[in-house]
């Protein structure tokens, strides 16, 4: 799961011809979605949108864990794992969900 910031617009709604595909409540948008991230980390710089690292997140729980999804998770779960162990989100989503489940079950997120 990758979070992203807005300072600037707090409420950003971003969208093009086929609709919106990325909101910020309170400055905040998470997604687990590899093509949404990419997007939100090539948006121009005026848009002041950053990517909260997860090393920043302190929940002790599930979000922002340093341990991979489990063997059953979704391919969406193991798409965003796999781009947090340094994957290209386009190369990630195109393989399967156990393929990225045999390559990054025991890899860790890059820092």
Same mark, same amino acid.
């Given at each position: 799961? %990758? @979070?992203?910031?807005?300072?600037?617009?707090? /409420? *950003? #709604? *971003? @969208?093009? $011809?086929?609709?919106?595909?990325?909101?910020?409540?309170?400055?905040?948008?998470?997604?687990?979605?590899?093509?949404? %991230?990419?997007?939100?980390?090539? *948006?121009?710089?005026?848009?002041?949108?950053?990517?909260?690292?997860?090393?920043?997140?302190?929940?002790? /729980?599930? /979000?922002?864990?340093?341990?991979?999804?489990?063997?059953? =998770?979704?391919?969406? $779960?193991?798409?965003?794992? #796999?781009? =947090?162990?340094?994957?290209?989100?386009? @190369?990630?989503?195109?393989?399967?969900?156990?393929?990225?489940?045999? @390559?990054?079950?025991?890899?860790?997120?890059?820092?």
């Amino acid at each position: 799961m %990758a @979070q992203f910031e807005s300072k600037r617009f707090r /409420g *950003l #709604a *971003l @969208q093009d $011809d086929k609709g919106v595909w990325a909101k910020f409540e309170d400055g905040l948008c998470e997604t687990s979605d590899a093509a949404v %991230a990419k997007r939100l980390r090539a *948006l121009p710089d005026e848009y002041e949108v950053t990517e909260v690292k997860a090393s920043a997140k302190s929940d002790g /729980g599930s /979000g922002g864990s340093d341990k991979a999804p489990s063997k059953a =998770a979704s391919k969406e $779960d193991w798409v965003a794992w #796999a781009v =947090a162990c340094g994957a290209e989100p386009d @190369q990630a989503s195109a393989r399967t969900r156990d393929e990225l489940v045999e @390559q990054y079950a025991d890899a860790s997120p890059k820092q």
